[in-house]
């Protein structure tokens, strides 16, 4: 069983993951409206991956034989100043769902919780590969500047992204 500071952590993550997905929906909006089809694609993605993060952990709450708690979703940013600002929130949101995983992982090997720390590597690796992502498109629109055409151009590139579950169903 999970202990009661572990609970309100993970349960306090679920949160933090569902207000990410409500976040990139927000920017993916944004970017439809800016005419970027292919950037809103990426973030409506990037939306399910934290939903599915969110009820990942959710799972692994009630297989620790405990209940979650719930607290109010917070309401996103919805007004975005144009695509490099939209990436260079995703950067910062992104380095700071790897403190709260940290902490997590942190908190679990204070606790000789070693299920519940082995549970958390993944997302800890999983943030590493967040990161980086987010941080090679940023480059990039640094890099294009206010080339519209190579703007188009990223922007076809991130419409190839499609959401793979990252937790297939297990078989019986």
């Not at 908190?107 to 519940?116: G, I």
């Not at 206010?146 to 297990?170: C, Q, S, W, Y």
């Amino acid at each position: 069983m999970l202990s009661e500071k572990l609970t309100k952590a993970l349960s306090d993550q679920v949160n933090a993951e569902y207000y990410s997905a409500y976040l990139y929906l927000a920017m993916s909006a944004a970017a439809d409206q800016f005419g970027l089809k292919g950037t809103a694609n990426w973030l409506f993605v990037q939306a399910q991956e934290e939903m599915a993060h969110g009820t990942h952990i959710y799972q692994y709450i009630l297989e620790r034989g405990v209940a979650p708690t719930f607290a109010a979703i917070e309401q996103p940013p919805t007004a975005f100043v144009d695509i490099n600002a939209i990436y260079e929130m995703v950067l910062e949101h992104e380095r700071k769902v790897t403190q709260r995983i940290n902490a997590i992982a942190t908190l679990a090997m204070q606790e000789s919780d070693h299920a519940c720390y082995q549970f958390m590597m993944w997302y800890v690796d999983e943030q590493v590969e967040e990161e980086a992502s987010a941080t090679e498109i940023l480059d990039k629109l640094r890099l294009i500047g206010d080339n519209k055409g190579i703007l188009l151009t990223l922007d076809n590139e991130l419409a190839t992204r499609t959401f793979v579950h990252p937790f297939p169903a297990k078989v019986a």
